[in-house]
């Protein structure tokens, strides 16, 4: 069993930067891989960004050249840094773990069995 707990979300302005914070805890098997999604009101739940076991990531179209997911094993954390945010990036950011997919699903959050509390991220115009 593993247990997720984001951090780090806020208000910001158009144009600026936050970073999210995924500690994660429980697993002792590697092969694992680790997404972010997000769900704004009355929308579904969209992939963001994932990472494998071998530092191998994947980015939605709407993030690319904005934000990068990175992960620092000795701290058992993943990270989304998120920059140039813009108003349509508001949302509940999640943080998502399961062993047997890989980044190419980063879009699928029914594959993902293992979900953080959720963070809020909103910016504004």
């Known amino acids: 069993q593993v247990q997720l707990v984001e951090s780090g979300g806020g208000s910001v302005e158009a144009g600026g930067s936050l970073i999210l914070s995924c500690e994660v805890n429980?697993?002792?098997?590697?092969?694992?891989?680790m997404g972010w999604f997000r769900q704004a009101p009355g929308k579904e739940r969209e992939g963001v960004a994932a990472?494998?076991?071998?530092?191998?990531?994947t980015y939605a179209d709407s993030v690319k050249g904005r934000f990068t997911i990175s992960k620092d094993n000795a701290k058992n954390k993943v990270y989304l840094q998120m920059n140039s945010l813009k108003p349509e990036d508001t949302a509940m950011y999640y943080c998502?773990?399961?062993?047997?997919?890989?980044?190419?699903?980063?879009?699928?959050?029914?594959?993902?069995?293992?979900w953080g509390q959720g963070t809020q991220v909103t910016v504004s115009s």
């Open positions: 998502a773990a399961e062993l047997f997919v890989g980044v190419g699903d980063y879009d699928r959050p029914d594959l993902f069995g293992n």
């Open positions: 429980g697993y002792t098997y590697s092969n694992w891989c």
């Open positions: 990472i494998d076991s071998d530092g191998r990531t």
